[in-house]
């Protein structure tokens, strides 16, 4: 027993690792496109960042707060419960888990995309990208089958790498800027409407969902009472000021026009004012922030399915774990379950269906960040933030589009049947081991 504790002790992430887990998981392929999908707002999208990365620090605050107040509620649907009990923690947790999924199989696609730019051969036939798709996503679920420790260092070197090209446009933009070789697009308030505004923010909470994967992987993480908030805290502040910086320069320093029509606006930047064929680099760069965050998100969804069995809220054999406290099972099936979306993907009848799944996928995760902050006001827990957070939630939701909205919570009330499952063979085990004189180990 105890060799098995210590074993998993040595698999627990350190500081460093967990603000890696955050920001990796922020940082996916949705900022080198950003730009380009921003530039038409204007500075509309500069007061959507500010907005956004307040807001996602709110939230952030809240969590570390959380976390610090329940250290062993197990992470986000922990929280729920303890402030509204097992069915709103059930369905908040698998409305987040719904979209881990969704997001696992949105990332993996991104990278093989990517990946076609520079192996062409990768993309050839019908089939083909999702099966390279499948194979990357089942790569990095063996990388997390060998331990949390293994994936945490994979994250801290991948997250290194991705920064370096938003620190090389924050560098480029500030010479370019004090030599007079370019200038920001002159600020308007006129050309600023509350409508583009909620709009440009829906888009932006897409490239920060995933602040919260400390607390989602809290069992994980080493010290959690003082690492979590830390690495919560640290690690969307720093994401949230590269988002910033670079996006805005991007956008505001080159013509509108020729951002928006651009497939891969940092490297029209780079080309615009430093030199020419840089595509392909950054484009390399693009493949392993992908990498990254999907090795970050896989580890997410063997835990928060692993959190939820072990409270009873999904079948209890996917609480189980190995010696060194990897949860192989809730990382195989979730793997499988992913692993369906990536085929559905790859079918073109079923293409409309993905990109539905992948709108949900924000939405899904606002409402988890919605219930989170009325727990903090129920349990007196910075309630100035937590209507603060509350009313920010509800504002992207508004901003996401009511229809969006409106099926990501259909979506999460239908798994009232899974719930109903995991308590009914809860019961039965129970029953059976009463019977057997069987007694919990």
Known sequence: ??????????????????????????????????????????????????????????LAYLLSRLTRALPHAGG??????????????????WIYLVSIWTAVVTIAVAAISHLSALFPVVSAGEFRPAIAAALLLWILTALNLRGAKAAGHFQIVTTVLKVLPLIAVVVLAALVLARGRGS??????????????????????????????????????????????RATLWGTGLTALFYVLVC???????????????????????????????????????????VGALNGWVL???????????????????????????PVRALLVSAMIATVFVVMNGARSMQGLFE???????????????????????????????????????????????????????????????LWWARRTAAAVEEFEHAHGIEEA
């Open 1 to 58: 027993m105890k060799e098995t504790q210590r074993a998993a002790q040595k698999q627990q992430l350190g500081l460093l690792a967990a603000i890696a887990l955050v920001m990796g998981n922020m940082i996916g392929s949705g900022v080198f496109l950003l730009p380009a999908t921003l530039a038409p707002y204007g500075w509309n999208a500069v007061v959507a960042w500010v907005l956004t990365g307040s807001g996602a620090l709110v």
């Open 76 to 93: 986000l649907s922990g929280f729920v419960d303890a402030a509204f009990g097992p069915i709103a923690a059930f369905l908040m947790g």
């Open 184 to 229: 920001v697009a002159p600020f308007d308030p006129v050309q600023l409407h509350p409508g583009s505004i909620n709009a440009a923010a829906a888009l932006t909470l897409w490239a920060l969902v995933g602040f919260e994967s400390a607390s989602v992987a809290v069992e994980k993480v080493k010290n959690p009472e003082v690492n979590v908030p």
């Open 248 to 290: 805005s320069a991007i956008a505001l320093m080159l013509p509108a026009d020729e951002v928006a029509g651009s497939p891969a606006p940092f490297a029209t930047f780079v080309s615009h004012f430093w030199s020419s064929g840089w595509a392909e680099v950054i484009t390399l760069f693009v493949v392993i922030s992908c």
């Open 300 to 326: 997410l969804q063997g835990e928060m399915p692993r959190a939820m069995a072990a409270k009873g809220i999904l079948p209890r054999w996917l609480a189980q774990t190995d010696r060194a406290g990897t």
């Open 356 to 418: 539905y799944m992948l709108l949900l996928s924000t939405s899904a995760s606002l409402w988890v960040y919605l219930a989170c902050s009325l727990a903090a006001f129920k349990l007196k827990l910075a309630r100035p933030l937590a209507v603060l957070g509350a009313l920010y939630s509800l504002w992207t939701l508004w901003g996401a589009g009511v229809e969006v909205s409106g099926l990501s919570f259909l979506l999460m009330a239908s798994g009232i049947p899974m």
